[in-house]
């Protein structure tokens, strides 16, 4: 079909589907914001930016593939009558990668408290980014498989694209920087990404669990912390004022 700037539909379909992606970026930013956290000061800016950039760049090759992105979508092997595609193992790995990510960094939380200078001083950049690009892919690939029959013009799917993750980029920063600042948040969000990680491997085994039902356990889990972080801010004033 010709694409009709003048058209309703194709603004609504943009706007439904960068709404979406920004929705569905979400998972994206809280793995991006909690593993740059382990480095120091420009190099987590960078390592965000880079991590942006290339979530984009796989979002837009993937849109540009679009026939080898939904022939990743047919079966390659069966077991037990259940059909398994790349899309499927693909999901798989990716949930058991941020199962075991966010597992170990609570660890590394609760064991190593006293040693979290030394911690960011011996993480490698390359490890960091090399983590970004493995997940960013996942979420990719789930990101696109989603997007696709939502609009019919792959113009219209990379201008939703490239709109998200401009939000995304300006979000992400706030995101890193109130998760710095409030280190219990941080547990919050490991404990969303292993949240993250059962529902992509329940996906790739053809158990779709509505992202509605995350996202909402998600938002109300953020808005008690927010509620304890007022109320321990409201307690450090009062105890400033009477000292």
Request: aromatic letters at 10%.
């Amino acid at each position: 079909m010709e694409l009709t700037l003048s058209d309703p539909q194709i603004w609504a379909s943009l706007f439904t589907l960068t709404v979406m992606e920004i929705v569905l970026g979400i998972d994206n930013i809280v793995f991006i914001s909690v593993v740059v956290s382990k480095l120091e000061g420009a190099k987590q800016t960078l390592a965000r930016q880079i991590g942006l950039l290339l979530a984009l760049v796989f979002r837009i090759l993937l849109l540009l593939g679009l026939t080898w992105l939904i022939a990743m979508r047919a079966p390659v092997f069966e077991i037990l009558g259940h059909g398994f595609s790349w899309r499927d193992l693909i999901l798989i790995g990716g949930g058991l990668f941020l199962l075991v990510k966010a597992t170990l960094e609570i660890h590394d939380d609760i064991e190593d408290e006293d040693d979290g200078a030394a911690s960011k001083a011996t993480t490698s950049f390359l490890a960091v980014i090399a983590q970004v690009v493995v997940i960013d892919m996942v979420f990719s690939v789930d990101s696109i498989v989603t997007a696709i029959g939502m609009a019919e013009h792959v113009e219209i799917m990379i201008a939703a694209v490239v709109i998200s993750m401009i939000v995304m980029y300006f979000a992400s920063g706030a995101i890193s920087n109130f998760i710095e600042q409030y280190p219990t948040t941080k547990m919050l969000a490991l404990s969303f990404l292993m949240l993250i990680g059962m529902s992509l491997i329940a996906d790739g085994f053809h158990f779709h669990i509505p992202r509605g039902y995350i996202y909402f356990a998600m938002s109300f889990s953020v808005l008690v912390e927010f509620l304890n972080v007022m109320a321990k801010r409201k307690r450090q004033r009062v105890k400033q004022e009477q000292g």
